[in-house]
Each structure stands twice: as C-alpha cells, then as structure tokens.
C-alpha cells in the first residue's frame, strides 16, 4: 500500500539555521508533493506543490526538492526564526484527487 | 482560496451519543473531504463528500457510523454515530481548490468520556 514517512518526528534547532525536514514514499509515483504546515488546535494550512517533472521550488524562505528516484522529497526553511516553530506535514495527491498524509514533523526553533 | 467554516468548534460527548459537524464554504466547490486526526497522529481520510450522492468511504471506515451529507457545493456534515471514547479526535472538513490545493477549516476536537 502507498506509504510516506517523515523521517523525524521532532526537530529542534537554533534560530537563524536552516531546518531541513524529509520526507519519503513508497508504492506510488505521485504527480506532485505538498507541504503543509499545522500550528496547535488549527487546520493545516498549505505552503508549497511541486510536481513530478519540477526538481526545485522556492517561496520566500522556504525551499522544496523533489527526487523521483530516490521517492523523496526535502523541505527546508533557511534564516529560521521561532515563529516557524509548528508541525510540518508532506502530502501527496492518491487516487481520485484524494491527498494523502505523512505523519509530520514538529519543529522547534530555540531563540 | 476559500473561507471553511465548521462547527462546533469543540465538544465533550458521552458515550453512545451521536454529534453530528457541520461545514459550511464560501463558495461553491467540487470537491470536499473529512478527516480525522487523533491525538499525536497525522491526518487520515475518512471519506469524500460527493454531491447529490453517497460519500465515497476510506478503508476502514463506514457509513453506518460516520453518515456524511452533502446537500449542495457549500455545504456538508459528519455524524460521528454511538461514540465510544476511541472517537476521541480532531476532526477536519477541508475542499480542494485548483484540482491541487487543500484547504481545511479549523477543525472540531471531540472528547468522548
């Protein structure tokens, strides 16, 4: 069955860093890959797409990959600050237009 | 992008009890979806809420115990049917814009005791 991994449950860094959160699936070749991130008692709120035939995607201070070789996707926010601090959950597009989760990542940026 | 309103936004049930969610679009869209996230957990689907039509279940999960209605584009609820307290969650109506992009409300966080 289709399956996506976010390799670290928690991360913790300092403040001005570059996080770097992964992302991983098996058993499927989706057509694109999100990135969502979710604050605590809130929906998620959507950050980024790319798709298969895209390797790179930039917003502001966030940066996505997407390695459709490698079945992996990295999600990086560079000059961290703690207001990034939430969970960050990849996502990928199944069947029927259903979107399907990874387990997400917590991220804490310590000032 | 859409402005999702869902209601209530919390609740403490007892168990055996049926609540049912309500979510409500600001514009009219196609495609419109429930989650559920328990505690500590990531988002799973429970089902597409189809218009004019039966909601479309995920595995593991029946119309028996979480009916959907979806009377027109803007509008939908979830029961959550004879609750028992592993219904405990959050649960998230969301629609998807642009054939891509997921917006979701803010949620219902379910406590059953």
């Known amino acids: 069955s289709q399956k996506i991994e976010q390799n670290s449950e928690a991360l913790n860094i300092q403040e001005g860093k570059t996080a770097t959160l992964t992302c991983n699936y098996t058993n499927y070749s989706p057509a694109y890959l999100q990135w969502y991130r979710q604050d605590p008692g809130r929906g998620p709120v959507f950050l980024l797409l790319?798709?298969?035939?895209?390797k790179e995607k930039r917003k502001e201070r966030l940066k996505v990959t997407f390695d459709t070789t490698l079945k992996q996707s990295l999600f990086h926010i560079t000059a961290s600050q703690p207001a990034d601090s939430a969970t960050y959950l990849c996502a990928l597009d199944s069947s029927a237009s259903k979107i399907i989760f990874g387990s997400g990542t917590r991220l804490s940026i310590r000032p | 992008s859409a402005v999702i309103s869902q209601k209530p936004s919390r609740d403490i049930c007892q168990r055996g009890t049926s609540l049912t969610i309500q979510c409500q679009v600001d514009?009219?869209?196609?495609?419109m979806f429930w989650y559920r996230q328990q505690p500590g957990q990531s988002l799973t689907l429970i089902a597409t809420?189809?218009?004019?039509?039966?909601?479309?279940?995920e595995s593991g999960f029946v119309i028996d115990k979480f009916p959907i209605s979806r009377p027109n584009l803007t509008f939908s609820t979830l029961t959550v049917s004879n609750m028992s307290p592993e219904d405990s969650s959050i649960y998230l109506c969301?629609?998807?814009?642009?054939?891509?992009?997921?917006?979701f409300g803010s949620g219902t966080q379910l406590s059953v005791l």
């Open positions: 514009s009219q869209v196609t495609m």
């Open positions: 790319i798709r298969e035939n895209e």
């Open positions: 809420a189809n218009q004019g039509s039966e909601a479309t279940y």
């Open positions: 969301s629609v998807l814009l642009f054939n891509e992009k997921l917006f």
